[in-house]
Every structure is written in C-alpha cells, then in structure tokens.
C-alpha cells in the first residue's frame, strides 16, 4: 500500500473552494474515480437482475423478494459493521469488503450461463442478493467514515458527500445504459460478468492511497454510544426518521419500474428508459448541489426536498403516457437526491469523529436496509392492489411522516444549540 505524506491530506492548491473542491484531494480522486467504474457495474448487476427476475416470474412480488432478501443480514449486522469501522483500519476493511462481492458477481455469471449444471432459479438470485447484504453491512459504515480520512477539514467533507452522491449517480445513469445495451443483445450474465470486473478498479484505487498509520482506540468501541448520541440530538434524530421514511416509502419505487414500462407495452428498452432517466435526474442535481454543499445541511432544505421527493413519486404514479413517466422518473431522481445530500451532510458535519462509524452506521441501516423492507413492501402491496395505488399509498405515509417529524422537531429544538454555519 501507498506510504504516508501528510501531503496527500491536503490539496497541493488549495485555492477558493469550488464545486470540485474535494478532488483536489489525492485520496479521494482515488476514491472517486475507482467507486466510479465499480458503482457503474454495480447498477448493471441490478438492472439484469431485476429483468431477470421478472423473466423468469412475471411477478411484482418476486421483484420484491429478491430486493428485499438482503434486508435481514444488513440489519442484522450494520450496527457490528460501525462498532467495527471505529475499532480496525478502514482501507482494510473496504478492501475485503470489495472483494466478496466481486466474487459473488462473478458467480452469478456462472449460474446464469450454459456451464451451470441447472438453470439459474429466482431463489438463487435471492440468496445472492442476501450474502451482498451481508456484505454491505460491513461496507457501507466503513466507507461513509472512510470519507473523513481522504480530506482534512469540514467544508471539504461537504463538498466531498456532493460529489460522493454525483459520482454515484453518474454510476447509476453510465450503468444502466450499459446494461441496457448488454441486455438486449447479449442477456443478463454479461452484465454480472462486467460487474465482477468492475471491483478491480475500486481495489486498485485503495491499495495506491497513502494513509496515516492506524490509531487503535484506547477505549472498547460500543454499539449504544452511538444510538446515546442520536438520542441526545434532536436534529440529528429527525434526520434519521426522514431518512427511515424515504427509504421504506419513497426510494423503492424503482423497483417496480420493470411493471410500469409493461403498463405502457414496453420490455427491456423501456425499463432502461426509466432507470437512465431517474440516474440522470439524480446526476443533474448532485452535479448542481456540489456548488452549493455547504448550505445543504440546513433543516428547512432537508425537510423542503422530502416534499419535493413525494410530488415526484406521486408524478410517477399518475403519469397517463410513457413521455411523461420518464419525465417523472427524472425528476423523482433528482428530488431524492436533493434530500440524500442534504440529510447526510447534515448528521456527517454534527457527528464527533469517534463515533463517526457507529452514527453512520444507524444511518446506512435506515437509508439502505430500509429500502430492502420498501422494495418487499412495494413489491407485494402492488401485487394485490396496483403499481399506481400502491405508489400513492406510499405517497401519503411519507408525507404524513414528514409533516409529523416537523412538528416534532420544532418542540425538540429549544433543547439543542444551533450550529451557527447550518442555521
């Protein structure tokens, strides 16, 4: 691995800040340009899954179910993943973390190919998509620390989640084109194929950064130090409320994209019409905010865009032509994204360094394993009801979450000190 320079810390012109600022930063141009390429092949597998899925049940339920199947380890471990991520070094936990599901991909690819001894079954795809559950309960509170370590100062690590949440959803429109294209014409292994490819990039990138040697800590990292610190801070407690909310009620809605492009007669093309559309919605708002990072941490913004991401899915819901679908989608990307940078650089800029792994933690646990719950809760309330209803049911519980976390926020307030550079 890289040796350490405290030069690496800092960029060699730090300059007037910009909506680029974090990249100055040698570490998290590594970091950026390798989750880039890796995220990219990510979004490819989870395209050819869902269409595989959906190939082999016609069934909005197993869409769900195969979504939702990670939900069970990830909650189970996510917590154990942040008490780890604040004990042990971080490039080394993201490095086995990068490499299991390289491995996974590749295996899919396997099952889905003529070498398989049987055909590939959704039962497996389900037990694929639980062991990379697993896995990101790991992953994921290790790197939202991690990101701490790549730059040096506060208004840098806000510029550096802007453009953390740009390089994902720039992944998020590149990797469904490409999957799109490797579709149609070739099917689903080729996808898991490039996916498994794909990690070597991000494992490349963090074994050429040089870090500051490990500190261990002098004290036993606990689990509850970080729920005492959510408790004891009351905007930091109804960010994770929203962020719960979004995450069961509002992000899964793509997972029944593959039975709104049927409602209009469409097949693969259509589907990638609407995950490219919602990437691109998500990318053009992280590219904006990056601008503009330092003020997305304020509550009203925060609570502002979860209002705008309701309209959105309620858009989506009642579209009556494809155009206007995609148009939905789009804004729906962008409206999530809106809240997605704003709520965590909100909890990212309050949160002592100690606790950093175990905080952020809580917060992969309700903004990723939740969504696992949602894409479940979506996928079954549609089977039994329709995509639209079941869209705007959860529509109305966000919104009814949301107007409810106002109102509690606003008597919890008086107990908390007002940060002077947030409000």
């Not at 905010?289 to 309701?310: D, E, N, T």
Request: glycine residues 8%; charged residues 10%; contains cysteine.
């Amino acid at each position: 691995m890289g040796t350490f320079s405290k030069a690496a810390l800092r960029p060699p012109n730090p300059g007037r800040p910009g909506p680029f600022h974090a990249l100055r930063y040698r570490n998290f141009r590594l970091f950026f340009i390798g989750q880039l390429i890796s995220v990219a092949g990510t979004w490819m597998q989870v395209i050819a899954q869902n269409w595989l899925v959906w190939q082999l049940t016609q069934s909005k339920a197993w869409l769900g179910i195969v979504t939702g199947a990670g939900a069970i380890p990830f909650l189970s471990f996510t917590l154990l993943g942040g008490q780890i991520a604040d004990t042990y070094p971080r490039r080394s936990i993201l490095m086995i973390t990068q490499l299991l599901p390289m491995l996974l991909a590749f295996g899919l690819a396997w099952l889905d190919s003529r070498f398989a001894p049987i055909p590939i079954q959704p039962w497996m795809l389900a037990v694929v998509s639980a062991l990379n559950g697993l896995v990101v309960a790991f992953n994921m509170p290790a790197q939202q620390a991690f990101v701490r370590e790549m730059v040096d100062n506060r208004e840098a690590l806000g510029n550096a989640i802007a453009l953390n949440s740009l390089r994902f959803n720039i992944a998020r429109s590149l990797g469904p084109l490409l999957a799109g294209l490797v579709l149609v014409r070739y099917g689903p292994a080729p996808c898991f194929l490039l996916n498994g490819l794909s990690f070597l990039a991000v494992l490349y990138s963090l074994q050429q950064m040089k870090l500051p040697p490990h500190v261990a800590p002098k004290t036993r990292s606990r689990i509850r130090e970080g729920f005492a610190y959510i408790r004891k801070t009351p905007s930091t407690l109804q960010i994770m409320a929203l962020v719960m909310a979004s995450s069961i009620f509002i992000w899964p809605i793509s997972t029944l994209f593959p039975a709104l492009a049927k409602q209009f007669q469409g097949g693969a093309a259509h589907y990638s019409a609407l995950m490219i559309a919602n990437g691109a919605g998500a990318t053009i708002a992280a590219f904006t905010l990056a601008a503009v990072s330092s003020r997305l941490g304020k509550l009203k913004i925060v609570y502002a865009s979860a209002l705008l991401a309701i309209a959105a899915i309620v858009l989506v819901a009642l579209a009556p032509m494809f155009g206007l679908l995609v148009a939905s989608a789009a804004l729906m990307g962008f409206a999530t994204v809106l809240f997605g940078i704003g709520a965590q650089i909100r909890v990212q800029e309050t949160v002592p360094d100690t606790l950093r792994g175990r905080v952020m933690a809580l917060y992969t646990m309700l903004a990723n394993g939740r969504y696992s719950i949602g894409g479940l809760e979506i996928g079954l309330l549609a089977e039994y009801t329709s995509s639209s209803a079941a869209i705007v049911l959860n529509a109305l519980i966000s919104f009814l979450v949301v107007a409810a976390a106002w109102i509690g926020f606003s008597r919890m307030a008086r107990r908390e000190p007002v940060l002077p550079e947030q409000e």
